[in-house]
Nanobody
Framework: QVRLVESGGGLVQPGGSLRLSCLSP???????????MSWFRQAPGKQRELVAS?????????NYADFATGRFTISRDNSRKTVTLQMNTLKPEDTAVYYC????????????WGQGTEVTVSS
């Protein structure tokens, strides 16, 4: 497992943007490269759900939840051991705690979570 630290959450008005970052401070690049990185979110009273994921290595493959398609963009910078979620055109229903996840495909023992960063979309 790896330690993950999220940042970038906060209060934003509907239609606004936020950029979430997830850093793996103690990983070395060669290890970070191996992880598929994802963002999940959990709204009050709801189950945690996948927002977006990006494949290991150069991150050539991305996957988005329907609600995120066209508004959110996930990217990774392996040299900085960081994955970013750019969120645009935010809606009140995007209000949730956003969690970073790292996992090596096929190896559940590597499944790692950050502590979460809170996003509130409200006028």
């Amino acid at each position: 497992q790896v330690r993950l630290v999220e940042s970038g959450g906060g209060l934003v008005q509907p239609g606004g943007s936020l950029r979430l970052s997830c850093l793996s401070p103690r990983s070395i690049t060669s290890v970070f490269n191996q992880y598929t990185m994802s963002w999940f979110r959990q709204a009050p009273g709801k189950q945690r759900e996948l927002v977006a994921s990006i494949s290991s290595g150069r991150g050539r493959s991305t996957n988005y939840a329907d609600f995120a398609t066209g508004r959110f963009t996930i990217s990774r910078d392996n040299s900085r051991k960081t994955v970013t979620l750019q969120m645009n055109t935010l809606k009140p229903e995007d209000t949730a705690v956003y969690y970073c996840n790292a996992k090596i495909d096929g190896d559940e023992s590597t499944n790692s979570w950050g502590q979460g960063t809170e996003v509130t979309v409200s006028s």
